[in-house]
């Protein structure tokens, strides 16, 4: 049996025309390989929030219970391995009077709340850092 490999699309395409390749025995067999970078492919300033955006976004809840984040600036970043947010929060709270509004080490997703100079300036360090030192690709900060 040669094994190939196919891209998503062509999966999809093999799985609507059913014609999966099946072993001896009917069987299928597919291995999904994910082989992450050393990047940070998200970095965004946001800048005053609304209430319902805090909410949605679980702000209010948890160790953030009856705090208010309206007003504030949010950051928005993601790094791949996920490991790497852990070193992108410890920075960003050093370099500024920011907050950490979540931090997911599974999926590499953090949240910085404060004010929207504080915020650009702590990211900015981060993707500098990363960038620099760790040498990680790290895409452009951008700010709506």
């Given at each position: 049996?040669?094994?190939?490999?196919?891209?998503?699309?062509?999966?999809?395409?093999?799985?609507?025309?059913?014609?999966l390749p099946c072993g001896a025995?009917?069987?299928?067999?597919?291995?999904?390989?994910?082989?992450?970078?050393?990047?940070?492919?998200?970095?965004?300033?946001?800048?005053?929030?609304?209430?319902?955006?805090?909410?949605?976004?679980?702000?209010?809840?948890?160790?953030?219970?009856?705090?208010?984040h309206t007003g504030e600036a949010?950051?928005?970043?993601?790094?791949?391995?996920?490991?790497?947010?852990?070193?992108?929060?410890?920075?960003?709270?050093?370099?500024?009077?920011?907050?950490?509004?979540f931090m997911d080490r599974f999926?590499?997703?953090?949240?910085?709340?404060?004010?929207?100079?504080?915020?650009?300036?702590?990211?900015?360090?981060?993707?500098?850092?990363?960038?620099?030192?760790?040498?990680?690709?790290?895409?452009?900060?951008?700010?709506?």
């Amino acid at each position: 049996m040669v094994v190939e490999r196919v891209t998503r699309e062509q999966l999809f395409e093999q799985v609507f025309r059913g014609d999966l390749p099946c072993g001896a025995n009917g069987e299928m067999r597919i291995t999904r390989v994910r082989v992450p970078g050393r990047e940070v492919d998200l970095a965004h300033v946001m800048g005053v929030s609304r209430r319902r955006v805090c909410e949605m976004l679980g702000l209010d809840i948890g160790v953030h219970e009856g705090e208010d984040h309206t007003g504030e600036a949010l950051g928005l970043m993601r790094f791949t391995p996920w490991e790497a947010v852990v070193v992108a929060a410890d920075m960003a709270v050093k370099c500024g009077s920011i907050e950490i509004g979540f931090m997911d080490r599974f999926n590499g997703s953090l949240i910085l709340t404060g004010g929207i100079a504080e915020v650009e300036s702590a990211e900015q360090e981060v993707l500098d850092y990363f960038g620099n030192v760790l040498g990680f690709h790290v895409c452009q900060m951008t700010r709506r």
